[in-house]
């Protein structure tokens, strides 16, 4: 009986082989990257692995990075698993991760639990990744539409349900309003562009807004609900006399509309998102490696877009080792040079930080040393 | 056996006095499709696959009866309706299968090809993916490492729990009889099959952190590595295991065990030598069964494993990659969001193909080594 089986397995021995070979075969060709080239071309002597937990906000921007950093320090790996930024932010302070990614900066408890894990200095945070939210439009034969925060608030409540509004007409003289209803699309989902959103409209739109500031747009306002970014945009494009908030990089031909901002109306470009961020304060109290943003959203700074998701970076201001810092010294600067701004820019479609603040950031990412 | 088959179908013939031709209930079908089909059309305007579905199924099961009774009488008419209904829930059964299978296969066989068989994600970023939608350059990007991923980890959860499964299945057959242990054992192997499976993920990686916390505590996040992952796998794959390998055991039938130990062959003997030949082609096919059901987990694997973009060879160091985490992050989070996201929704569904492919061999496989292996029948 075992010989039986024995001489069995010798007849599926042949096949099994084979498999194996052409495993091994697939396995010795191909560069095993995306390319398929080699990207193994800069040595920088670094050797390591970097973890990151955070924001899924981040994670084109994310690949972008890691990519062009990979290319340049073939001997580094760096993870990042885009679990959420509340999970990155508990993961970080669990030390199960040398980085966070988060759209939120640490609250005042958590900076504090932070020195358990980072040392005195507690931990360092500053944004990397900022993400401008358009307002997207569908009307035939308008272009250009100025919108105040008002108004955009009674647009998504459900107050001002015609694009011939006389709100709507007193910030658009010139342009040619059709008699209309206005169809207001919001994300059927969780999201951080709703809370952004919510929480621009909440600080600038004054009471017009009264809703919490909520991942979930407020049920009680009506209107139509999508899926996702992609949903959202894909409704707004179907639906003439649409009107949707959604990542400024997905929203693609629609029309932008012009935000008002002190007595301007601005339009959304990079260089306008990123400015925002240079108009807000910093959080109080916090240790001096620590740029926490409280964002001015309703700032009157000329030429500044409001209505953006900042997302940080969360680091240790020490590491237990030496090549830990380095390691991490050199992704963050990385992530934060002119070339890694550049290039989230056009792979995720984020506005690139201003030179005034990537050098504020230099600064702080210079100061992270060994512990001892 | 032959005699009385015979003079059944002696007695029936005897009794058609009336019968419709055999080809009829298919003629009905094809009526009632072509039927509902004009209906969906002028109703709605368009033709809608469901309506047309749903009102054949309806119009088919009233044709067939009201034919049937008019020509045949209401006894052979029920008879046929019952036919019909259950013959219509098959095909409504099937009708998701195939559904999946052919929009894997249209949407992922447009995608597939070597490159992303042999690339990986390494180095890949949205710009690549742009330039694909704008026709300059080729789909960049692949899932090499996934397939590695999934090869080894699913092979390392086999490692670890077939053995297990199926020597706490020898206990409970052979050894347990009625006691208490084989009734806990059983009881507990019940629960097990229970469990969500991100539970047996979190539990794998609490366990294996709180390790890596107590030997090196200087490392951040070593816990995550494909081995970690194979634990959660084994914590779901044992009590399968456990229960094909335990039904198929109790189907040995007990004289051969007699007739061994009449023989004076000893107990672990007549196991080995007897027990569990007899019954290897049944246990194989429960474990196959155990590993298409693991081979296709999600969760469990992205709280274990990380979402690796590089191929990674080593177990027990790094992230890794399995083709359902990377279908998962592809979809749900795409290298390059906007217009361009439709190049990681290409990818992942090549990747689905391939997971769906991975598994039929798996399947076949165990269909070819349980026949080459089962016993001669009638020897």
Known sequence: MKKGIFVKLKHLAPSAALLAVGALTLSACGGASATGEDTSGGDSGLQGTITGIGASSQKAAMDAWTADFATANSGVTVNYSPDGSGAGREQFLGGNAQFAGSDAHLDDDEAESAKEVCGPEGAYEFPVYVSPIAVAFNLKGVDSLNLSPETIAKIFKGEITNWNDKAIKADNPDAQLPDLPITAVHRADDSGTTENFAEYLKEAAGDAWDAEVDGNFPKEYGGEAAQGTDGVVQTVSDTEGAIGYADASAVGSLGQAKVKVGDQFVELTPDAASKVVDASTKVEGRGKGDLAFDLARDTTESGAYPIVLVSYHVVCSTYKDQETVDLIKAWEKFVISEEGQQSAAKSAGSAPLSADLRSQIETVIDSITVAG | MLTTSDTTSSRSRSLTSKQLPKATPWVIAVASIVVAAGISFLGLGRFSIAVTAVLAGAINAIAVFAISAAYEGRRKAVDRVATTVVSSAFVLACVPLISLLWLTVSKGGAALDLNLLSRTMLGMKGVLDQQYVAGEAGLAGGFYHAIVGTVLITVAACVISIPIGVLAAIYLVEYAGKNKLGKAITFLVDVMTGIPSIVAGLFAFALFSTIANVLMPEAAGIAKTGFTAAVALSVLMIPIVVRNTEEI?????????????????PK??????????????????????????????????????????????????????????????????PVSPGDAAIASSERAWAAALVLVALVMILNLLARVIAKVLAPKAGR
Not at chain 2, 249 to 265: C, F, K, N, T
Not at chain 2, 283 to 292: E, F
Not at chain 2, 295 to 314: C, D, Q, R, S, Y
């Open chain 2, 249 to 265: 055991l109790r189907l040995v039938p007990m004289d051969l065990r007699e007739a061994s130990y009449a023989l004076g062959v």
């Open chain 2, 268 to 333: 672990w003997k007549t196991i080995v030598k007897i027990v569990l030949p007899t019954s290897v082609s049944g246990i194989l096919s429960g474990v196959t069964i155990a590993i298409a059901r693991v081979i296709g987990e999600t969760a469990p694997i992205m709280v274990t494993a990380g979402f690796a973009k590089n191929l990674n060879w080593n177990l027990f160091s790094g992230w890794m990659s399995t083709l359902p985490t990377y279908i998962y992050d592809s979809q749900l989070r």
